[in-house]
């Protein structure tokens, strides 16, 4: 509050002053408006600040995760002379180490033959759930619970408990040291079987019994009907079924001992007793992660929804 004093004009030929007034004048207040968005400028920034714990966090997960490759295309392009600098800085840089690879093993060859190994994997296993997991949410017959149950403990079963009874039918095949052999023992996928199965759970029946009332079986309901509508679940689980297919490792060097068709045991040709080539090895590594990450740039949307799917990380 202020006061104000207000003096009137005198009169022409008077000597005498009126006498001033003092009136009171009311200071203007605050905008309600002003005070809510000083409150809100506040509770915005005071959850900024205890987001910054959770960010620092993320940040070091991730150089993390990024540093192994950094280290592997940092000395891929080193000298071969450099291979086991500690030097966290590129340079000087060289391509003799992809020179070397190209001419010491048929590398495009045996990106060809992973690309269509993997691609084989993706494919069977994908079809086998699609048919797997429709039969267990469309229909109800004795022993499904069952069934279901052996799916889910097959897929929680260790690799090492089921690798040796695999080799031995693959040995007794006559199919060692093929592709054919890495192929068949993984033609089907309990986990693909998990997650089409919730997907088709919560799949509208009504379009189903729509579908079935128009004429169609249940061989055109699945083709014509479910699977137009889980193009993008389809999508997300096939390139996660790829990735895994393209970076499996033990099977393929279990089976192709003698053989070097596939990238993952092709690389392992640098290995030997006389010493390990580092520069090599991490220059065909870099060579065979181009896929993957080439799948990542063009897909990036079903990589990241492929994961949330499943729940990794």
Not at 175 to 191: D, E, K, M, W
Not at 198 to 217: I, N, T
Not at 233 to 244: H, N, P, R
Request: net charge positive.
């Amino acid at each position: 509050m202020a006061f104000i004093t207000i003096a009137p004009p005198a009169q022409p030929g008077s000597s005498d002053a009126l006498p001033s007034v003092r009136t009171k004048v009311s200071e203007p207040t605050p905008a309600p408006d002003a005070g809510r968005g000083r409150m809100r400028f506040a509770s915005l920034r005071l959850g900024s600040l205890r987001l910054v714990p959770s960010h620092v966090l993320l940040i070091a997960l991730a150089i993390v995760s990024i540093f192994p490759i950094y280290w592997m295309f940092v000395t891929a392009f080193r000298p071969p002379s450099d291979a086991l600098s500690t030097n966290p800085l590129p340079g000087p840089l060289s391509l003799e180490n992809f020179q070397y690879v190209l001419k010491t093993i048929p590398i495009a060859g045996m990106l060809a033959n992973t690309f269509g190994m993997a691609l084989t994997l993706a494919v069977s296993q994908l079809l086998v759930a699609i048919l797997a997991s429709y039969g267990f949410a469309r229909w109800d017959f004795a022993g499904k619970k069952a069934l279901y149950l052996l799916f889910v403990g097959s897929w929680l079963v260790p690799f090492q408990v089921t690798m040796i009874p695999n080799y031995l039918l693959v040995s007794q095949m006559g199919l060692l040291n093929t592709i054919t052999g890495v192929v068949i023992p993984q033609l089907c996928s309990a986990f693909a079987v998990m997650m089409l199965r919730q997907h088709l759970e919560a799949f509208p029946k009504d379009l189903v019994d729509a579908s079935q009332m128009d004429g169609r079986s249940s061989w055109r309901t699945l083709w014509e009907v479910v699977v137009p509508n889980l193009r993008p679940a389809l999508a997300a689980l096939g390139i996660m079924l790829f990735i895994s297919a393209w970076n499996e490792y033990l099977w393929p060097s279990l089976i192709m001992q003698k053989s070097d068709a596939l990238i993952q045991v092709g690389i392992r040709g640098f290995l030997g007793a006389e010493g390990n080539n580092w520069g090599a090895i991490m220059a065909a590594s870099s060579l065979a992660c181009l896929p993957i990450f080439l799948i990542y740039i063009f897909l990036q949307r079903y990589v990241v929804d492929a994961f949330v799917r499943s729940g990794l990380k």
